[in-house]
């Protein structure tokens, strides 16, 4: 009965999130070929007096009622290279030339303060989705709108805010997040050493206490490996959500992914130190140790992987850190699918160790010194993908 419940633990720490992620995995692939965005482009110009009573409602009032709704703004006296692009429109669109003027596609235009006010909320109701209406009379996705190719200088109005062409370039390039990106830094940063040192350290004191039961090795291996995962996930949160309030700030927003990159520089540039000075071992501390000694118990092992999370930070935080950077754009729910991926690779190999002893597949001691022996490789190997993925996200490459 009780191999059942181990199974089940076994279940729910690992297959099940493992699940999830399928899932999301199967639902934005899907996502790529449909859009819930409502997009419109819209002329507008400043010291025009009908303009003035549209302008608040489109650009500020819309995007906050209605989150999918997204307006390609061209301001014409100001901005005379956008000027043109009116005539543009007119001849694709037969939209006419006065403003203010929305378009939503070839049949679907308003114009004039008053019939912009008076229909513009029962409009956007009346749709589920709607592509983006380009000068030559095409239209496309906004998920899947190359915004460095727009013509003039529009500015991208959404829920988040107002961006100029630049800064929407950076906040919605697709190349902002790729599953490469987030499986490099996951597989970097499972392999450290820390977290295996401190594991190591816990079975052995597991076995030192009642060496006849193996079962209090897997059971206190996988309660240690789920307070990891939890504490992780829940640090992963606090990333992403401090990095959402950092974005709040226009010049960080704008050039965040490319101090990401660089950062990901930093942290390679170190792990090949670590290689060339043959670091061999992450010491725990003294207080970590001895608390670490006093483990007995899989409920045991469970509360001091939560607390031991904090004194790991250190020397675990850095990859997690760009991942939270790469992730904030995208919100917390949509983040945490893949904040599960990338602590299900973190924990895989705590659990391939805990499986290892308990199988009678090798010793604590053996692991142990297989680490202290081969961590200077491990440490040039992420060092040189962490580069190299630093490297490829300041020249735009991915």
Not at 186 to 206: E, Q, R, W, Y
Not at 241 to 260: A, E, M, V
Request: hydrophobic letters at 50%; one cysteine or more; a positive charge.
């Amino acid at each position: 009965m009780k191999e059942k419940w181990i199974l089940v633990i076994l279940a729910l720490i690992f297959i099940l999130p493992l699940f999830l992620i399928s899932s999301f995995f199967i639902n934005s692939v899907q996502a790529e070929d449909s859009s819930d965005f409502i997009c419109a482009v819209y002329f507008t110009g400043v010291g025009c007096p009908h303009c003035a009573n549209t302008d608040p409602v489109i650009l500020e009032d819309l995007p906050k009622e209605y989150p999918n709704f997204v307006v390609i703004e061209y301001e014409i006296y100001q901005q005379r290279e956008n000027a043109p692009l009116l005539y543009e429109y007119n001849e694709n669109y037969n939209s006419g030339l006065g403003i203010p003027l929305i378009i939503f596609n070839k049949k679907d235009y308003m114009r004039g303060d008053r019939p912009i006010l008076e229909s513009i909320r029962g409009k956007i109701e009346g749709l589920d989705s709607n592509k983006c209406p380009l000068m030559d009379g095409t239209s496309v996705n906004f998920n899947q709108l190359d915004i460095n190719s727009l013509p003039g200088q529009p500015k991208i109005w959404t829920s988040q805010g107002s961006f100029s062409k630049e800064e929407a370039v950076s906040q919605f390039s697709k190349k902002e997040l790729t599953l490469p990106k987030i499986l490099s830094l996951a597989a970097v940063d499972a392999v450290n050493p820390c977290a295996l040192a401190v594991l190591t350290l816990m079975l052995i004191a597991i076995l030192t206490y009642n060496p006849a039961k193996k079962r209090n090795i897997l059971l206190a291996g996988l309660a240690f490996v789920l307070a990891v995962f939890v504490m992780y996930l829940i640090y992963g949160l606090i990333i992403i959500k401090s990095f959402q309030l950092i974005q709040s700030l226009t010049f960080i927003r704008l050039w965040l992914y490319k101090i990401l990159g660089a950062g990901a520089i930093i942290l390679g540039c170190f792990k090949l130190k670590d290689f060339f000075r043959y670091k061999a071992v992450c010491k725990v501390s003294p207080r970590v140790d001895r608390i670490i000694s006093k483990i007995t118990s899989p409920k045991g092992a469970f509360l001091v992987g939560a607390f031991v999370t904090i004194f790991l930070l250190p020397c675990t935080i850095g990859p997690y850190i760009i991942c939270g950077g790469i992730l904030c754009p995208f919100g917390i729910l949509k983040s945490l699918p893949w904040l599960l991926l990338y602590n299900s690779i973190f924990i895989l190999p705590m659990l391939a160790v805990v499986l290892i002893i308990y199988l009678s597949l090798g010793k604590v001691e053996d692991i142990a010194g297989w680490q202290a022996k081969n961590i200077r490789y491990l440490n040039l190997i992420s060092g040189l993908v962490i580069l190299g993925l630093g490297i490829a996200m300041i020249l735009g490459l991915v």
